[in-house]
């Protein structure tokens, strides 16, 4: 029985031999490769012992804690190949709560991918560039800061050849890396927000929004119905009330209990697509909603009017003096708004008009709260300045210039 089976087994591997001789070679460049992501734009990081990125920066403030130290930072953004006149690829900027901290979110990679995701942040006590992380294979959208000020809520975009779903993420930006993922999404994430406990969200396509605790981030999302399809979201500064809003319809919501309670539902009017907003008061009473390129309306109760035809995309609001400022499409301007009262700006001023001069778009605008009324102005190639709202000329103060 033995000599049988050793004979067999002789025989096969005689037959396998002959197969595998027969067989064409495999050659090296069949191989699937992983798509690489191109490397674009640049982030220089020089070893530099006795640099402080956090001097004069109160402590415990967000501009402490991710300022990094012993380090200089040059940045040299990707390039936007879809703007006739170039630009920076940024796809978010975000200010923390306590107003101390400006991260932008650059794209790198090709245009059409695949992509990582590079986050720039800068320290506005010092006005110091004070951090870089990068986020391999990661193309993000839009970013949240949480409440502590150290820990981002991001959507990620689904990236098939990288085997990349779209999802959300929670980024540690103390740490430099992703520290949770919600499970797949089927869709495309159209909004998010959170208020450091939960987080909600809605996809393009869908009349639903979604909520996930923060602390079950991988669990199933909780679903309820909406009118609004791929709604954009607005979240309360209290972190109570969400207003979900789209084309045609706007609804808010009492978001402190468990399960979301609608307060009111109004119709917008016809034609007017907002694609972003700004809260007006603590609890989103009044809000004001826009259609970048187009008109903005001011919401109060139930009440609607409007502010401004050819608005931009981006704008702030101080809550201590009533103060909104809202890009126009014109010559890139900024108009003031004393609210509530106001109809039309009470001042109009370009930046472009600022030394130093440029021909630069506004991309994003935040305040920034003190004695003299301020705020913090990204351009759309990177350029960040500190615009000083003064009663006849404005002054602007150059926090970071691109090379």
């Known amino acids: 029985?033995?000599?049988?089976?050793?004979?067999?087994?002789?025989?096969?591997?005689?037959?396998?031999?002959?197969?595998?001789?027969?067989?064409?070679?495999?050659?090296?460049?069949?191989?699937?490769?992983?798509?690489?992501?191109?490397?674009?734009?640049?982030?220089?990081?020089?070893?530099?012992?006795?640099?402080?990125?956090?001097?004069?920066?109160?402590?415990?403030?967000?501009?402490?804690?991710?300022?990094?130290s012993g380090r200089v930072y040059r940045w040299t953004p990707s390039d936007d190949t879809s703007r006739v006149t170039g630009g920076a690829a940024l796809f978010d900027a975000v200010q923390s709560p306590d107003e101390s901290f400006l991260?932008?979110?650059?794209?790198?990679?090709?245009?059409?991918?695949?992509n990582s995701s590079r986050l720039i942040g800068f320290n506005l006590f010092n006005k110091k560039l004070a951090s870089g992380i990068t986020l391999p294979e990661r193309k993000l959208g839009s970013l949240r800061f949480l409440p502590s000020g150290t820990t981002l809520l991001a959507v990620e975009k689904a990236q098939p050849q990288l085997a990349r779903p779209d999802r959300l993420?929670?980024?540690?930006?103390?740490?430099?890396?992703?520290?949770?993922?919600?499970?797949?999404?089927?869709?495309?994430?159209?909004?998010?927000?959170?208020?450091?406990?939960?987080?909600?969200?809605?996809?393009?396509?869908?009349?639903?929004?979604?909520?996930?605790?923060?602390?079950?981030?991988g669990a199933s999302p909780k679903t309820a119905q909406t009118?609004?399809?791929?709604?954009?979201?607005?979240?309360?500064?209290?972190?109570?009330?969400l207003a979900i809003y789209g084309s045609g319809q706007l609804e808010i919501?009492?978001?402190?209990?468990?399960?979301?309670?609608?307060?009111?539902?109004?119709?917008?009017?016809?034609?007017?697509?907002?694609?972003?907003?700004?809260?007006?008061?603590?609890?989103?009473?009044?809000?004001?909603?826009?259609?970048?390129?187009?008109?903005?309306?001011?919401?109060?109760?139930?009440?609607?009017?409007?502010?401004?035809?050819?608005?931009?995309?981006?704008?702030?609001?101080?809550?201590?003096?009533?103060?909104?400022?809202?890009?126009?499409?014109a010559d890139e301007t900024i108009g003031l708004y004393q609210l509530p009262a106001a109809t039309a700006p009470s001042m109009m001023v370009s930046p472009r008009r600022l030394k130093p001069f440029n021909r630069n778009d506004n991309f994003r605008l935040f305040n920034r709260s003190g004695k003299e009324p301020q705020a913090i102005l990204v351009d759309h190639r990177g350029n960040v300045s500190i615009l000083e709202i003064r009663p006849r000329r404005w002054k602007k103060t150059p926090v970071y210039q691109i090379p």
């Open 169 to 217: 993420l929670l980024i540690d930006l103390a740490a430099g890396k992703t520290v949770a993922e919600s499970e797949a999404l089927d869709r495309p994430v159209a909004a998010a927000e959170t208020n450091g406990k939960k987080c909600w969200f809605t996809l393009e396509g869908a009349n639903q929004f979604h909520s996930l605790g923060l602390r079950e981030f």
């Open 103 to 114: 991260l932008l979110g650059e794209r790198v990679g090709a245009a059409d991918g695949p």
């Open 1 to 68: 029985m033995t000599l049988r089976f050793l004979s067999g087994a002789t025989a096969l591997l005689t037959a396998w031999t002959v197969l595998a001789a027969e067989l064409p070679p495999i050659r090296a460049d069949e191989a699937v490769e992983r798509p690489r992501v191109q490397s674009t734009g640049d982030f220089l990081v020089i070893e530099a012992p006795g640099e402080n990125n956090a001097i004069d920066t109160p402590r415990g403030t967000t501009a402490s804690r991710l300022s990094v």
């Open 253 to 329: 919501y009492d978001v402190g209990a468990e399960l979301p309670r609608l307060l009111r539902a109004m119709p917008l009017p016809e034609g007017f697509t907002p694609d972003w907003g700004l809260a007006l008061s603590e609890k989103l009473d009044e809000l004001l909603l826009v259609e970048s390129g187009r008109n903005a309306w001011l919401v109060s109760g139930k009440s609607l009017r409007p502010l401004a035809e050819k608005s931009g995309q981006a704008g702030c609001y101080d809550f201590s003096d009533r103060r909104l400022l809202l890009t126009l499409a």
């Open 227 to 241: 009118l609004v399809k791929g709604g954009k979201l607005l979240l309360s500064p209290d972190g109570s009330t």
